[in-house]
């Protein structure tokens, strides 16, 4: 990847990784306020660029093999605990907590500063171009894992 490329795509960390994007109007309501929908688009750019910072992105695992290779929410679980606002510099902090088998468990930050905005638990599944479970493969859980 280039400086650009690595700039725009976050950092990888000891713990995992860390992106920071700034919030615009666009990611508010009327109020000012961060609309509630908005932080799963910051979340979501986080476990991209995360990836991304990995080696892999996701256009080449749907093109990994005849399967393909596909990574979908199954589950959140998000605890929105301080609002942040236009203008606001947020960092979006994401580390894997198990990769392996056809899933993976993300934990999720966004923060402004030190301050906690949001604390969100992701459980991610494998599957392939088909919609079936499939194995994620033990190179690419190593990496999430930093095995």
Known sequence: M???TVSLAGLLTDTGHRLVQRVYYEDTDFSGLVYHA???HFLERGRTDYLRCLGCEQSALLALDEEGLVFVVHRMEID???PARMDDILTILTRTEKAGGA???LQQEIRRGETLL???RVVIAVINRHGRPRRLP???ANAFTGA
Do not use: T
């Open 2 to 4: 280039d400086d650009l």
């Open 38 to 40: 908005r932080y799963l």
């Open 80 to 82: 929105f605990k301080a």
């Open 103 to 105: 899933k993976m468990v």
């Open 118 to 120: 949001i604390a969100a």
């Open 138 to 140: 033990e190179s690419l």
